[in-house]
């Protein structure tokens, strides 16, 4: 008990004062629970966030403190991550299983952080078990420009967000037993748009009595629509039947805006369009999200309804065309190129965006990640990247490397394919603080996968088929590549990114196809400030409330019976 007292001491002492201060404060009060529903028609179970799916929104402005209270309902562990927000300075709120314990069933905990310095459209969604997300729990993030940073395009007459992404009838119970006994998922059953199935614009197709998203509309006017695909593992197209789609934003990023009449959107990925309703309202219009890449694209079609509010009749005619070869990646790896940067506006900083030249940096390690199809590893069908399926430690990554907890990870995940056999481990790479990584995913499975790392954007810097060489940086862009937080890799091909290590903190980098995720396809960076006790850029004392477990699970019995003084001298930390 007096050395755990004597190691908070010691992590409050070297803490420097919390940014947050001065700040303004969001308080959010949510209930994850089951509800019961039917967005295909049939009967089943969905994770609601406050009786809502999707979940509420939480809707805030650069740099303000954010505080939500989490209640789990469920009846299994919780744990709820950001996408694309970035934690600085609070890596212990990022919610995953490298960073928090989750919240036991029944439970109640509280995530604390800042947006700092970022603008832009994100989402929430549940993480304790991967596949989770497959039964909702899932809500928009919305970060707004402060009033004295414009926003590059005239300010929109609405904001809307939409939640797309495949949808099976089977509970994500179900799903896991699947994929533990060492079977597929299987084809979707369906595609959802804002959690409800589709508009029945075909007979044959769309059974009667399914409930559909309508969205309505003023003529004339221009809106905002953020476009979410919180699926399990379809990428999908999206476009609006007579309307164009002007891209103007992608996860955090403002980009050279150009308009699409429809625009692929992989598992994981956010984009911002401007929408005009220059139609002459003779009907409704259809909005659509159909799968790509799959066989019967026909079953695998989220339709939602348009409606202006002068609008003369329902929706008619065919929906409006995919890509003409629906296994044809070339569309979908060139208009993933045509993506570009806004290098003149400004972004969550009074500065241009394009001030950062990614590409007079100097790269300091280099990681060629490679996934293969998944495979038996000691008689059980897992993911990998290197040849390495990671397996999640009872102990957090995080917690384990605060209270130097030995045998919980291992700081040696190759920068390259290794010729071995393949293996489950607990590897992590040990990142060098403000250096500048590059990243290569080969992706030598049959799928398109999508990566996600959080903590930081980066910089998307190449994406061609074939393997990855020295010769292919050759092709990069180094000027204007995007910069997000979820990037597609298509298979048989590769996709490079850059990246500025200037946070410190242990950030997962995960695939976010749900199945392969589950699987293990998976690892964690871990970026240590070497001048933590002088630098503004340490993160804050963990958190009084913090949740232990693992190897560190008698500190949470200590905390919850005789040492109040222990929490008392964290708030008192947090407060300095």
């Known amino acids: 008990m007096a050395l755990l007292l004597l190691s908070l001491l010691l992590l409050c002492a070297r803490s420097p004062e919390p940014a947050m201060a001065g700040d303004p404060f969001a308080y959010f009060d949510w209930e994850a629970s089951y509800q019961s529903a039917r967005p295909l028609g049939v009967a089943q179970k969905v994770i609601a966030i406050n009786g809502q799916f999707p979940g509420p929104p939480l809707n805030v402005t650069t740099n303000w403190n954010v505080v939500v209270n989490v209640r789990n309902a469920l009846d299994e562990p919780l744990l709820l991550t950001w996408h694309g927000i970035q934690h600085r300075k609070t890596p212990w709120q990022d919610g995953v299983a490298g960073t928090n314990c989750p919240i036991p069933a029944g439970w109640n905990w ?136 002007l ?37 409704d219009y259809y909005v659509v999200a159909s799968a790509r890449f799959v066989a019967d694209p026909d079953k695998l079609t989220g339709v939602a309804i348009l409606h202006y509010s002068n609008s003369q009749g329902p929706a008619s005619g065919p929906l409006p065309a995919a890509p003409d070869d629906q296994y044809d990646t070339a569309f979908s790896i060139n208009q993933a190129r045509s993506i570009r940067w806004n290098v003149t506006a400004s972004g969550a900083r009074p500065n241009p965006q394009g001030s950062f030249h990614y590409g007079d940096i100097t790269v300091t390690d280099v990681y060629l990640l490679q996934s293969r199809p998944p495979e038996l590893i000691d008689g059980q069908l897992r993911s990998t990247i290197n040849g390495i399926s990671y397996i999640a430690p009872s102990t957090p990554l995080i917690l384990a490397q605060l209270f130097n907890v030995p045998g919980v990870f291992k700081l040696d995940f190759p920068n390259h394919p290794m010729n071995r056999l393949p293996k489950v481990d607990t590897s992590v790479i040990n990142g060098t603080y403000k250096g500048f990584m590059e990243i290569i995913f080969q992706n030598n499975a049959t799928t398109v996968q999508s990566y996600h790392l959080d903590g930081y954007a980066f910089f998307v810097v190449g994406m061609d088929y074939g393997l990855w060489t020295d010769n292919s940086r050759g092709t990069y862009n180094k000027w204007d590549g995007v910069a997000r937080s979820t990037i597609q890799v298509f298979p048989g091909a590769w996709t490079a990114v850059l990246v500025f290590l200037d946070n410190a903190g242990i950030w997962n980098l995960r695939v976010e196809n749900l199945d392969s995720w589950y699987m293990g396809q998976e690892l964690y960076i871990s970026v240590v400030n070497p001048e933590e006790d002088h630098s503004d850029k340490t993160p804050l004392p963990l958190p009084d409330n913090t949740i232990f477990c693992g190897a560190l699970s008698s500190l949470q019995n200590l905390i919850g019976s005789s040492t109040r003084e222990l929490r008392g001298l964290g708030r008192r930390c947090l407060r300095r």
């Open 247 to 283: 891209l103007v934003e992608t996860e955090g990023s403002y980009t050279s805006q150009q308009n699409y009449s429809n625009m692929d959107i992989h598992v994981g990925q956010s984009y911002s369009f401007l929408v005009t309703m220059d139609q002459n309202a003779s009907t």
């Open 110 to 245: 509280t995530y604390r952080f800042q947006v700092k310095d970022q603008v832009g459209s994100f989402f929430y969604s549940p993480s304790a078990a991967p596949l989770h997300r497959a039964a909702g729990g899932y809500g928009g993030i919305v970060v707004n420009n402060r009033d004295v940073i414009p926003i590059p395009f005239p300010f929109p007459d609405g904001d809307l967000t939409l939640f797309i992404g495949d949808w099976y009838v089977k509970s994500h119970k179900d799903l896991r037993r699947s994929l533990d006994a060492g079977a597929p998922l299987g084809p979707p059953d369906g595609v959802l748009i804002n959690g409800l199935g589709p508009y029945r614009y075909n007979d044959t197709l769309v059974p009667p009595a399914i409930s559909y998203e309508r969205i309505n509309v003023e003529p004339g006017r221009t809106y905002r629509l953020r476009v979410h695909n919180v699926g399990v593992s379809t990428s999908l197209n999206f476009r609006i039947q007579g309307h164009s789609l």
